[in-house]
């Protein structure tokens, strides 16, 4: 038996990932931040610690506490919070923004993690419990996509790649050769809104990780969530890369999938 710490923010996914740890028999201590975390998660793990945003030096004094040597990052923390709460910081959390000099998500999350280091905390990879959420190559709904359509993801694929490359994002949308939105700090959701707002009789959405990802940090992640934007907008394609991304409530996804014509698939 394993005690492992869980640092979470919003959305499903630290709430999949206690099930599964403590299936597996681990237990687990979750730090969540107030009006990010879903209370739900504080029924599902074994001790469940409230912390405000930004209140990094307590975060370490309570993981210290309870002896915690390994912690994983799971969950959404919007843009919004990290432009507009810098108040909010504490004198650890500032240092750590200083440092790395920008506000990218794997340039946050990598300070976080060397800082946790100096006191004897790993941040380690969450897929090694997480393996059964992370999809292989094929097509996975009975909807498959038309010759135009995957010629638009392998059009798109080596570009979304590129663009990744940069930290920008990790979603674009492709209709006709041609990229008509981009993910910036906005996110995918937003992304997938502008594209359906630019064309007609539908568009492909493609995701992928960092050419050089750090299974660590922002693992790029799919759930109905994200199909149901591109259900609003029009979309037909869901292409995501295989071995580098989580996909989550999976049947659910591929029932509405097929229920409104769009194809989903592993590249």
Known sequence: MARIGLVAGSGKLPI??????????????????KGITDAELEKCVDKMH???WGDLKKAMMLLLMERIKRIVLLGKISKEMVFKQTDNLDTEAKAVMVKIGDKKDYSILSGVASTLKKVGVEVIDPTVYLKTLVPVKGVLTEHEPSALE???VKYG???ARELAKFDIGQTIAVKDRTIIAVE???????TISRAGKLVKDGFVVIKVARPYQDMRFDIPLVGPDTLSSIERAGGTVLALESGKTLLIEKEELIKRADANDISVVIV
């Open 16 to 33: 999949i990932f206690s099930d599964i740890a403590k299936a597996n028999g681990d237990e687990v201590i979750a730090f969540g931040i």
């Open 50 to 52: 409230w912390l405000v």
């Open 150 to 152: 995957m010629a638009a």
């Open 157 to 159: 694929f080596s570009i």
């Open 184 to 190: 910036a700090a906005e996110g995918t959701d937003e």
